[in-house]
C-alpha cells in the first residue's frame, strides 16, 4: 500500500506499507504526481520504505523502475528511507540518473534528517 503526504508545496513523502501492488502505481502515485508535475514540475520526495513493507507484486516492481524512468525528470530532490538491504543495495544501479547529487539514502532512524534534508532549497 502506498501513501502519500504533503510537507509543503512542491514536497510529498510517499510512503510504502505492507505489499505494493500494481493497482497503488495506477490508482494512486501516477495520477497523484501527474496532478502535482501540472502544478509545480519540479517534485522533492521523500521516499519512506515503512518497518512494515512486505515486497513489491512483480508487476509493480516493473511499474516503478517505468515510473522512476518517465518521471525522473520532474524530480528535483529525492531521499530515499529505507533499511530494507536488497533495495539499499539495487538502487546504486540507478544513482547516476540524479543530476547534481540530488539523491540520497537515509535509514529508518534518519527519517527526520531525511525530511530536513529535502526541505532544504
Known amino acids: 500500500m502506498i501513501t502519500i503526504n504533503n510537507l509543503q508545496d512542491n514536497i510529498f513523502i510517499v510512503e510504502a506499507h505492507e505489499k505494493i501492488t500494481a493497482k497503488d502505481y495506477e490508482n494512486i502515485l501516477i495520477p497523484f504526481f501527474d496532478e502535482q508535475i501540472k502544478k509545480y514540475d519540479k517534485l522533492n520526495i521523500v521516499y519512506h520504505i515503512n518497518w512494515d513493507y512486505d515486497g513489491f507484486e512483480l508487476k509493480a516492481m516493473y511499474d516503478d523502475a517505468v515510473f522512476g524512468i518517465w518521471y525522473i525528470d520532474n ?16 538502487i546504486s544501479i540507478f544513482w547516476f540518473l540524479f543530476k547534481n547529487n540530488n539523491f540520497r539514502l537515509f535509514k529508518w532512524i534518519e527519517l527526520k534528517e531525511a525530511k530536513k534534508w529535502i526541505l532544504e532549497k
Open 75 to 90: 524530480i528535483w530532490k529525492i531521499a530515499l528511507v529505507s533499511d530494507v538491504t536488497w533495495i539499499n543495495k539495487s
